[in-house]
């Protein structure tokens, strides 16, 4: 699996010396409530973050901030906090580490638009993917789950959920629901033009990325593509 932490031990023999090198890097990360408005977005705290998988946890602070100790190369982490949609989002660490800004929408909101496509919400032995094409104001983006299967949607105008379009609008953002746990490729097609994954591992073909399912999760990725 992709997203499986592997660890590596490298001796180098410096005289006496054994020389262990690094696996794992900080991962700073600041937690918002998502809001339609930017403005109204407040910093969340007591969101528990963990490493995918793994017994390796942190909290937010009064600020929103955490940081954890994540593996160098392709992670993922996931974020839960009581009244919100439990959230999951992949992360490509170098060495240096990283550092990443992100949002939770509430567990009602996710109700809502899970109910908007005729999706069943808290989700049972499922999982939700978001893809975020940017720059803003991209619209026409057509997003195609690889070898899996889900049910489609994307956002409107009115940033709701809908099962009716068959790209994206404005908001540059769509996804899946349905879709079962694992690891799937989802591929951009249409206005999408040299898509790069935005922090997150590419998939294996052009304008298409590495998306980890787990059941229960929203997770959300972003694509950075020339504006059409």
């Not at 057509?142 to 489609?152: F, I, M, R, S, Y």
């Not at 999408?192 to 980890?212: K, L």
Request: glycine share 10%.
């Amino acid at each position: 699996m992709r997203f499986v932490a592997k660890v590596v031990w490298v001796f180098l023999v410096v005289g006496c010396n054994d020389v262990t090198a690094p696996t794992t890097a900080p991962f700073n990360l600041t937690v918002k409530s998502s809001s339609v408005s930017p403005g109204d977005s407040v910093p969340l705290e007591g969101v528990k973050v963990c490493e995918m998988d793994r017994d390796n946890c942190v909290w937010t602070d009064a600020r929103g901030e955490a940081i954890l100790m994540l593996p160098i190369g392709d992670a993922a982490y996931t974020m839960d906090k009581e009244g919100y949609a439990p959230w999951m989002h992949p992360h490509t660490v170098p060495p240096g580490g990283a550092t990443a800004i992100t949002g939770m929408n509430t567990a009602q909101r996710i109700a809502d638009e899970h109910n908007r496509v005729g999706s069943p919400y808290p989700m049972r032995g499922t999982g939700t993917v978001t893809v975020k094409a940017n720059p803003s104001l991209f619209a026409g983006v057509t997003l195609q789950l690889v070898a899996a299967t889900g049910v489609p949607w994307y956002v409107d105008e009115e940033f709701h959920w809908s099962p009716g379009l068959t790209e994206t609008t404005s908001t540059g953002i769509g996804g899946f629901t349905e879709v079962t746990p694992g690891e799937v490729q989802v591929k951009l097609g249409g206005t999408a033009d040299n898509c790069i994954p935005i922090s997150s591992p590419a998939g294996d073909e052009p304008n298409s990325v590495w998306v980890p399912v787990r059941e229960g999760y929203v997770t959300s990725v972003g694509v950075q593509c020339s504006i059409p």
